[in-house]
């Protein structure tokens, strides 16, 4: 092990003998391992409570509550700090029943200094190990849910596309029925009909939730239509300025203040600048409708490592946490029916992904929501593949 | 001023649709010949004078891309406008590239639709403007020889 990693080692020494302790913790000094010292069982407890350890050096022998009844609450309360147990030469009949309650491992006194040291270089070694593993099987975990989700997303999608198109037939027709009698109603003959405003009333209704509809199907449709794309060098923050100035006047109507930011050596990229302005416009808006009156929206571009990333943060209540699951979802929504399509962020993603880029959200509770989209660079060579 | 009505061939295999359609284009002054398949399009076609051909393209058997294939080889010189209830504008892009004058997605906006017949009927008058006045100097100069 490298002795910088050495010097990260936290170390609790347990002896009741304090020039054992105060001999042994100036060698580990010497070999660049600051150790804290307990004179007892109950001392090594209560300074685990507030510092956790990697390694405890614990000896059996002590007065109060032994090394092993100690040994015990540890691995009970502190699972992942390794302790290593010291035993009287007579006594390993106690380090074999330590390793059996958890302990790392014991040695006999009197110790070897060098033996010891490696002892709780190799616990170290053990903790780093776990976390690891831990952390590559969060990874994975992790991996593995949001290929669940862009599965999931992706079918919904097909899906949705498909019952759009089937809609849209029997759409049409209910909207040329309308229309026909819309016209008719307009006619001389019909002049006097009896209820004709009543009849006038409900086609218009029709027309109008024919609309609607037809937002929606035309929105899923619009989202897998494979236009060619196009690239070209793209200033992502004259975009943000761009969309603040389309959606002007929603915020100055409900007197949010715009914060928009940007990296100073921000780079153009190569990437399709309607699209991205489509997910601008999107995240933008959807954060004013989040905001309420007189409250502060931000918009910052950074760059990132294969691009750019872009940041909308609003000041609303924030999303609960299981909406964020849903969230990208379509057909999710919030908003009262006929208000939102429940697709704006569907669409978002999908855009996104298509520029083969990622997009998360973040949010707490009464506080804030903060979405943030990286779009790589396609011009750059470890990005062509996204072409 | 009276309104010439435009001939509309209107090819959808969704018969309420052209129904109801037909009947809406018909108040609106225009003259409207139904048709439910490509076929049924081109076989019209032959024997019947048409401005306009509004084209659905997802048809079963012949589709209205092929439609309108044969539509531009045999009556180049009638217009089509496609009708898609179908996501891609893709192909009604490439319909537009075979030369079909516009597109609109199902349900259409009948304002809209009322606007793109229009361009496409003065868009076929002024062909067949041009071609008479062709015919007229090609005869002027025939004469001219003798």
């Known amino acids: 092990m490298e002795p910088e990693q050495i010097k990260n080692i936290r170390l609790l020494l347990v002896d009741d003998e304090a020039q054992f302790r105060s001999t042994l913790a100036k060698r580990l000094q010497k070999r660049g391992v600051v150790a804290l010292q307990a004179g007892s069982g109950e001392e090594c407890l209560s300074i685990l409570e507030d510092h956790p350890m990697d390694v405890v050096v614990l000896d059996v022998k002590m007065p109060g509550i032994s090394g092993i009844d100690a040994l015990s609450q540890i691995t009970e309360r502190h699972a992942e700090t390794e302790v290593i147990l010291l035993t009287g030469h007579a006594a390993t009949q106690d380090g074999v029943e330590g390793i059996k309650s958890g302990a790392y491992d014991y040695l006999t006194k009197p110790v070897e200094f060098d033996h010891l040291l490696g002892k709780i270089i190799q616990a170290y070694e053990k903790i780093l190990g776990e976390k690891q593993q831990k952390e590559a099987a969060e990874y994975r975990a992790r991996t593995k849910q949001q290929m669940i989700a862009t599965e999931r997303l992706a079918a919904l999608g097909t899906l949705a596309a498909g019952i759009a198109h089937e809609i849209n037939n029997p759409l049409a027709i209910i909207n040329e029925s309308a229309g026909y009698l819309e016209s008719l109603l307009q006619k001389q003959e019909y002049a006097d009909m009896p209820r004709r405003a009543v009849f006038e009333k409900a086609l218009k209704k029709i027309g109008g939730s024919v609309g609607r509809a037809r937002n929606i199907t035309h929105q899923l449709l619009g989202n897998v239509r494979k236009t060619k794309p196009i690239l070209t060098d793209v200033d992502a923050f004259e975009l943000v300025l761009e969309t603040a100035q389309l959606i002007k006047k929603e915020a100055q109507e409900k007197e949010i203040v715009v914060d928009l930011q940007t990296a100073e050596a921000l780079k153009p990229i190569l990437t399709n600048p309607n699209q991205v302005r489509q997910v601008l416009i999107n995240l933008i808006s959807n954060a004013i409708h989040a905001t309420p009156q007189q409250g502060r929206i931000s918009v910052e571009v950074a760059p990132t490592a294969g691009g750019i990333s872009i940041a909308v943060s609003d000041t609303g209540t924030g999303v609960p946490k299981e909406h964020l699951e849903k969230i990208f979802e379509p057909f999710f929504s919030t908003k009262a029916p006929g208000e939102g399509t429940g697709l704006g962020l569907f669409v978002t993603r999908e855009i996104v992904e298509k520029l083969g880029g990622t997009v998360e959200v973040m949010s707490k509770i009464g506080q804030d929501t903060r979405f943030t989209v990286y779009i790589p660079d396609q011009g750059r060579a470890e990005n062509m593949g996204n072409r | ?146």
């Open chain 2, 1 to 146: 001023m009276i309104k010439i009505p435009t001939n509309i061939l209107l090819v959808d295999d969704e018969k309420d649709f052209v129904e109801i359609l037909a009947m809406r284009l018909e108040e609106a002054g225009e003259k409207v010949t139904p048709a439910y398949d490509g076929q049924m399009c081109l076989d019209i076609l032959d024997k019947k004078p048409i401005d306009v051909v509004i084209l659905d393209i997802k048809m079963p058997g012949m589709d209205g891309i092929n439609t309108l294939h044969k539509i531009k080889i045999m009556h180049p010189l009638v217009e089509v406008i496609l009708l898609t209830g179908h996501g891609s504008t893709e192909t009604a892009i490439e319909g537009m590239k075979l030369g079909a004058f516009d597109y609109l997605l199902k349900p259409a906006d009948f304002d809209d639709l009322k606007a793109k017949l229009s361009g496409a009927r003065k868009k076929k008058e002024e062909q067949d403007e041009r071609i008479r006045k062709a015919e007229v100097r090609q005869l002027l100069r025939r004469g001219g020889n003798i």
